[in-house]
């Protein structure tokens, strides 16, 4: 599954769900607190039931937590659109910006099934291996850090977005590019290009081209 300002379905009920960002560094010396952002929001997506959940045109404005202060975290998920209605948030909120993430877990189909926590980190790193995201923040480049999640482990609860039982156990790991950074009172614009390839499970399978541009627009009120 793969995430970012857009999220795809793919055949047969699998996920994918995208995040777009830009420059990738190494994700082995990523701060830790943006990994546990980016598990946080991955665990947010599996819980929120199916007519709550972005993917199926749910409110895209998550909110988090940063682990480090408490701030709240606007963490905008977006559908597959140009330009999803805009988050309002107070001011004193934080923006995680998730240009790209894919994830991979034991409950879902090729390509992005993966058993234990080694063979689930190379399915997600595997699965951004030939994608390149520019993230501009108001006109201005968006530096980025390559996470990874730990492995997440959950119970899914009722009318998951996988379709699977109430209370089916999934292990998860998530990769991506994301930046946290501060908001002004005003409006805010972010804009995601991303480009390259990415196997997005349809039929026939296999990795097909990347050309998407997302906005998403921000509104910090007082």
């Known amino acids: 599954m793969s995430r970012w300002s857009c999220f ?3 055949a047969a009920g699998a996920l994918a769900l995208t995040v777009p960002f830009s420059v ?3 994700a082995a010396a990523s701060p830790p607190h943006l990994e ?3 598990e946080s929001l991955w665990t947010k997506v599996f819980d929120l039931p199916v007519e709550e959940n ?3 045109g749910g409110d895209h404005c998550l909110m988090l937590s940063d682990p480090r202060n408490g701030k709240p975290v606007l963490a905008p998920f977006a559908p597959s659109s140009n330009e999803p209605p805009p988050c309002t948030v107070p001011l004193g909120t934080e923006l995680l910006v998730t240009a ?13 099934h993966g058993d234990g ?3 689930l980190r190379k ?3 595997d699965e951004d291996a030939d994608l390149d995201v520019i993230v501009m923040f108001d006109g201005r480049p968006v530096q980025l850090k390559e996470v990874e999640t730990g492995l ?5 609860p009722e009318g998951n977005i996988f379709s699977v039982p109430t209370g089916t156990p999934i292990e998860s790991v998530g990769h991506g590019w994301v930046a946290l950074l501060p908001l002004t009172r005003g409006q805010h614009t972010v804009i995601v290009h991303t480009t390259g390839t990415y196997d997005d499970g349809t039929d026939p399978p296999g990795p097909g081209p990347v050309d998407w541009t997302v906005t998403t627009r921000i509104n910090v009120t007082r």
């Open 117 to 119: 926590e080694a063979g």
């Open 54 to 56: 972005p993917f199926f």
């Open 100 to 112: 790209w993430s894919s994830e991979c877990s034991n409950v879902e189909a090729p390509p992005y």
């Open 123 to 125: 399915c997600a790193r």
């Open 8 to 10: 795809r379905l793919l």
């Open 36 to 38: 546990n952002l980016l």
């Open 152 to 156: 997440m482990r959950a119970l899914l």
């Open 24 to 26: 990738s560094s190494n």
